[in-house]
């Protein structure tokens, strides 16, 4: 299996990047540290996103750093060890990294494979006695997931999905004024994410045996997500549709989907993703008034404003603020605020979108 392929998505989210770097994490990152010490993260799959984002991140970071590398490719050991002056005895490859059990030098484990692979991947890391770091999608659907937080929690060690945008300042400011009603009770809730795929047409990502699904699984999830934190609530169904123009290139996978979730009282938001629209956003109305991100779900130059003007806040290296706050969160034994179970949630809406496309028909979620 070949790691994850470097194509377009991460070209069209990376053009988005100014990288502050990690000076403006949150304060509380430096609370309860012990004295120099720092966790050994290997990273398990050397594409395009370990080699453009986490890589370049973990030598930004104050608590982690990069102390491993798994990957099924010798030339990429090669090239990443001599880069990142990693020794031969922490590189593994897929056949033997549950060896990786026996090096004290390497604390967490981050997944960065094909989705089909994150299960497999997540509970031999945990058996190895690692903790772990999963990509979004957490899984193919949410009964793997649910496989996934149990092997975690049989092997006490800790599970954390790779969700950047909550430790962004914008989007944090979007949970902040909608989870706590600042200008009263969300009426409208709408959000967007995709991107024009020009990428490899026989890449893994239009492969549904290996991706789960095209856009809803890559960047739906985000819009997913942004519904959900910027409310703070669980939606209760969803009613969903499909549309294809290529059929040729996504002959396997969606290429835009359009939904509705309905949430307690009534609220009923609105969200859509696509591999044929450049689309990046989340826009709330309140009872006093608006708040909205645009670009709001990029590796950086996300901008935001409110009704009363613009967010005044500054960009961040949101994987060094990722992986900084999970390595606290091992040392200190304190819960992550992107636990397994939060991707989990996520694949239930997903699955619920599907049935829905498939139904014709409203579905319940979970």
């Known amino acids: 299996m070949n790691d994850r392929e470097a194509f377009s998505r991460r070209s069209f989210l990376k053009t988005l990047s100014v990288g502050t770097g990690a000076l403006a994490l949150m304060p509380t990152l430096q609370s309860f540290l012990p004295q120099g010490k720092k966790l050994g ?17 973990l030598l930004e970071t104050q608590h982690c750093y990069l102390a491993g590398l798994v990957t099924g490719t010798p030339s990429k050991a090669d090239e990443w060890s001599k880069k990142y002056n990693i020794p031969d005895k922490n590189i ?46 957490m899984a193919l659907n949410a009964a793997e997931c649910t496989e996934m937080i149990a092997a975690c929690k049989k092997a006490n060690r800790m599970l954390s999905i790779g969700y950047r945008l909550h430790f962004d300042p914008h989007n944090m400011e979007m949970m902040r004024l909608g989870q ?4 009263g009770k969300i009426t409208a809730l709408d959000t967007g994410n995709g991107f024009v795929y020009r990428g490899d047409p026989n890449a893994w990502r239009l492969k549904k045996a290996l991706s789960g699904g095209g856009a809803l699984m890559d960047m739906g999830v ?6 959900r934190y910027t409310l703070g609530q669980e939606p209760l169904f969803v009613t969903a549709t499909e549309q ?10 969606d290429e835009t989907i359009t939904w509705q979730m309905e949430f307690s009282g009534g609220l009923i938001t609105t969200g859509k993703t696509s591999y044929n629209n450049n689309w990046g956003y989340l826009k709330a109305t309140a009872e006093k008034g608006q708040f909205a991100l645009e670009p709001a779900f990029g590796y950086g130059g996300i901008k935001g404003s409110t009704h009363l003007g613009v967010m005044n806040m500054q960009n961040i290296n949101q994987q060094a603020a990722q992986m900084d706050d999970f390595a606290l969160c091992v040392l200190n034994k304190k819960p992550t605020r992107v636990p397994g179970e939060e991707g ?9 979108i599907y049935r829905s496309i498939a139904s014709g028909k409203k579905e319940k979620i979970g």
Do not use: W
């Open 180 to 183: 706590k009603n600042i200008y």
């Open 244 to 253: 294809k123009t290529n059929n040729d290139l996504f002959k396997e996978v």
């Open 92 to 137: 593994y490859n897929y056949s033997n990294f549950d060896d990786i059990a026996n090096n004290p030098a390497i604390d967490i484990v981050y997944v960065v494979l094909p989705v089909s692979m994150h299960k497999e991947f997540t509970i031999r890391a945990a058996k190895a006695g690692k903790h772990v770091i999963c990509e979004k999608p």
């Open 344 to 352: 989990l949630k996520d694949l239930k809406v997903i699955d619920a």
């Open 222 to 227: 985000y819009s997913i997500q942004g519904t």
């Open 41 to 57: 993260i290997a990273l398990v799959g050397l594409g395009g996103y370990s080699r453009g984002q986490l890589a370049p991140a």
